[in-house]
């Protein structure tokens, strides 16, 4: 058998003081702070498609449908693995050589993910989280940048703008309005952003 070995030049990367947030969610797999808004109806409408489709062969439970059941199984998380291949490479390529990656602690999704409702929960458990963040890693690796991780409290209640944190200023899963200055944003970017500053925060970046 032929084995080939594919060797790739990776220049030391130096951390260029440029960090990019990373908000994951449901609305929306991944927005960035940069602006960039990944994973919207067409991967909801595809991951509710396999949902009732398993669903409904789980309650037939004959042996066809349990073959029937693996088989769609495998087809869902190619499916996730395809679209969090897509969301990493497309994040690592609009960014300098350099950048930071900035994540919020997976284990603070989870553990965040327990005030929500059932369905909105399931959902964040389902979706592969842990799977995007390694490709993120791995992708950025190749591309010179850097991922690290922050504190993921208040990060959709604070305001990126005057800081203020209150639960009300979230009005729904899309919509973020501050009620001390008035500042209004998509919510999951106005995260993404909080995501960045609080880590320039933490390591006392001006």
Known sequence: SLHVVVSKEVTDAV???KYVGVDRGIKRIAVTSNNQFFG???????????????????????????RHLRQISGKE?????????CISKQ???????????????????????????????AEVNRWNFFQLEQFLKYKADGAGCFV?????????????????????????QSRFKCHVCGFQL?????????????????IGYP
Do not use: M, W
């Open 40 to 66: 919207g109806s067409h991967v909801k409408q595809v991951t509710r498609r396999y949902k009732a489709l398993k669903s409904k062969l789980q309650k037939a439970g004959t042996k066809s449908a349990k």
């Open 186 to 202: 998509n919510a999951d970017l106005n995260a993404s952003r909080n995501i960045s500053q609080n880590y320039q925060d933490s």
């Open 148 to 172: 690290d991780y922050v504190d993921a409290r208040y990060t959709s209640q604070k305001c990126s703008k005057c800081g203020h944190i209150s639960r009300s200023n979230r009005i729904d």
């Open 77 to 85: 998380n190619r499916f996730r693995r395809d679209v969090n291949h």
């Open 15 to 17: 951390p260029n003081s």
């Open 91 to 121: 994040i690592v390529q609009n960014i300098e050589v350099g950048t930071t990656i900035i994540l919020e602690d997976l284990k603070n999704i989870r553990r965040g993910s327990a005030k929500l409702r059932k369905e909105q929960r």
